[in-house]
């Protein structure tokens, strides 16, 4: 079975330019998950999304980040305009909901590596 | 808010070495536990997780016990070879797994011949 699959592994950009990375999730689970994760952090959840919907987003900055998931399966995420700051790798995650008594995994992409000049 | 605070490295530790890694938490309710490990190149896989108090979780010779009296979920792996070599991260979710997952900082460990 394919794992979540990202594209692209690597972006360079430089600042105030737009760029988008993309997210195809494990074939069936309708949960994804964009984490942004800076250089010897752990990963911190941007937005999730239960199918179409986006149900947690608090953490997106939303002046220029945007994000969608078409049709409750690919997912692309996008900055405009990119700031030094946004340096770091962007994971994608996916999960089945099986109801509260089931631990579901999330299981991570490779992640687009992302360094803005 | 829910926090997970882990041991910081860079650890190195010799072939055939004890290794504990230790994770406390913070959190409202009764979370599910979690270690994700990270090998160079690759993305998060899911080392383990319990998701209820004195639960263990094991995989590939790693065991680690949700201790709720202590908030406390450590790593142990009673003889760590070259391939363990990898970042560690602890987390946590309020809602089984569905829910976001709240990291540390993670720790890299270096396993030397």
């Known amino acids: 079975e394919a794992g979540v699959v990202q594209s692209p592994r690597y972006k360079i950009i430089e600042k105030k330019q737009p760029v988008a990375f993309w997210c195809n999730p494990i074939?069936?689970?309708?949960?994804l998950y964009w984490y942004r994760q800076n250089l010897g952090q752990g990963p911190e959840l941007l937005i999730r999304?239960?199918?179409?919907?986006?149900?947690?987003d608090s953490q997106l900055p939303k002046d220029r980040f945007s994000a969608e998931r078409l049709k409750g399966v690919d997912s692309t995420l996008k900055i405009q305009p990119a700031e030094l700051g946004d340096s770091a790798v962007y994971l994608c995650?996916?999960?089945?909901?099986?109801?509260?008594?089931?631990?579901?995994?999330?299981?991570f992409g490779p992640g687009t590596r992302l360094t803005v000049l | 808010g829910n926090s997970v605070t882990q041991m910081e490295g860079p650890v190195t530790l010799s072939e055939e070495a004890f290794l504990t890694i230790n994770c406390t938490y913070t959190?409202?309710?009764?979370?599910?536990l979690f270690w994700y490990v990270q090998y160079p190149g690759e993305g998060l896989q899911l080392l383990l997780k319990?998701?209820?108090?004195?639960d263990k979780g094991s995989n590939k010779g790693f065991e680690a016990t949700y201790r709720k009296e202590t908030t406390s979920f450590h790593l142990e792996k009673g003889s760590v070879q070259v391939s363990d070599s990898a970042v560690y991260f602890c987390?946590?979710?309020?809602?089984?797994?569905?829910?976001?997952?709240?990291f540390g900082k993670g720790m890299k460990l270096t396993v030397n011949p």
């Open positions: 074939s069936g689970h309708n949960t």
């Open positions: 999304y239960e199918n179409e919907e986006a149900v947690d």
């Open positions: 959190a409202t309710g009764y979370p599910s």
């Open positions: 995650a996916s999960s089945t909901t099986r109801g509260r008594e089931d631990t579901d995994t999330q299981y």
């Open positions: 987390a946590l979710s309020s809602w089984g797994g569905s829910e976001k997952l709240v």
């Open positions: 319990a998701t209820k108090a004195d």
